[in-house]
């Protein structure tokens, strides 16, 4: 059977024995997990001696992880065993070490797919790996400053009222995203200044793919315009996002975390809480500005246009 092996590493500045005891302990785990905060209410029920606990949601399906080996401070060996969406098994083990004054953390999954699903290997880890960066960074926050930084609500089924823009459209890696965007927003600032038109509103991406295998993306970021207008700048385009029903999470913290209201809002979907609309990509609007507000209370909302 294809083989899935995913390893991500981060570093923490936090002792070794603090960084352990918190992930040893089940019962700190909806913190820092990267599928829980995609299903906050769902059901939890932790075993006595502290090994093992069981999930059962709506969202994030039905299964249980135990502790196999545990060495106290160094690493720790699970089993997890998924019933919902589909019948599953899977080792994983979290390593410690010291690295100067941090702590190394890394995070490793075993896993095969059946031989009918050999195409789905890449794809499988890539979603994996994303995860479990996103759940080694808000670790690393609750560690370091006693919140994971990433809250979300969940606002669900609403229309939104569409409008005509300008902005620029960019591909780069899903890595390197951060900085393009802060390179896109300087320069679509000047641009308008020049001749673009005035902003009528706060700004927005839209997401026209997101390769997680290749790790591209490619994306439109701009501003609402009072009016449309085909003089522009070089490099700036016009564009018009339509009315529509969407599906809204609702993201407040630093644009590092933004990972966590997609995931969710994709978990949704694959959970049939709301059927995709193809025919419009899915974007997110900036509700404050960066320039002006401390990351910790930056409030984003990613739309996922329904059927």
């Known amino acids: 059977m294809p083989k899935i092996i995913v390893e991500r590493s981060i570093l923490i500045n936090a002792p070794r024995g603090q960084v352990y005891a918190t992930v040893r302990d089940f019962r700190q785990l909806p913190s820092w997990s990267p599928w829980l905060i995609c299903e906050p209410d769902c059901q939890l029920t932790f075993a006595k001696d502290g090994r093992s606990y069981a999930w059962q949601g709506k969202v994030v399906g039905e299964g249980e992880i135990s502790v196999v080996t545990e060495s106290e401070g160094v690493a720790i060996d699970y089993n997890l065993s998924f019933l919902k969406p589909w019948k599953s098994t899977c080792t994983s083990r979290i390593v410690f070490a010291n690295a100067g004054d941090m702590t ?44 994971p930084g990433s809250k979300l609500d969940f606002i669900g089924q609403e229309s ?62 701009g501003f609402p315009v009072a009016q449309a207008t085909t ?18 999470i609702r993201h407040t913290g630093a644009y590092r975390y933004l ?49």
Not at 115 to 123: E, G
Request: net charge neutral; proline share 5%; hydrophobic share 40%.
């Open 231 to 248: 003089t522009l700048p070089d490099g700036l385009i016009a564009g018009k996002l339509p009315d529509s029903t969407v599906y809204s």
């Open 160 to 221: 939104f009222s569409g409008f005509d823009y300008v902005g620029i459209r960019t591909q780069c890696a899903i890595a390197e995203i951060g900085p393009y965007m802060e390179k896109d927003f300087a320069t679509l600032m000047q641009k308008m200044g020049q001749g673009g038109g005035q902003p009528a509103g706060n700004a927005f991406a839209q997401y026209h793919k997101w390769d997680i295998v290749k790790g591209l993306v490619d994306y439109t970021l």
């Open 259 to 307: 990972g966590n209201a997609w995931a969710a809002g994709m978990a949704r979907q694959r959970a049939k809480i709301f059927a995709s609309n193809k025919q419009i990509a899915p974007f997110e609007t900036y509700q404050n500005d960066p320039r002006e507000t401390a990351e910790a209370g930056l409030v984003t909302v990613a739309h996922f246009p329904v059927k």
């Open 104 to 147: 190394k953390v890394t995070w490793t999954m075993y896993s095969s797919l059946p031989i009918f699903l050999f195409w789905m290997t890449k794809t499988m880890s890539a979603m994996i790996g994303m995860d479990y960066d996103r759940g080694l960074a808000m670790l690393k926050s609750v560690l370091e400053t006693g919140d």
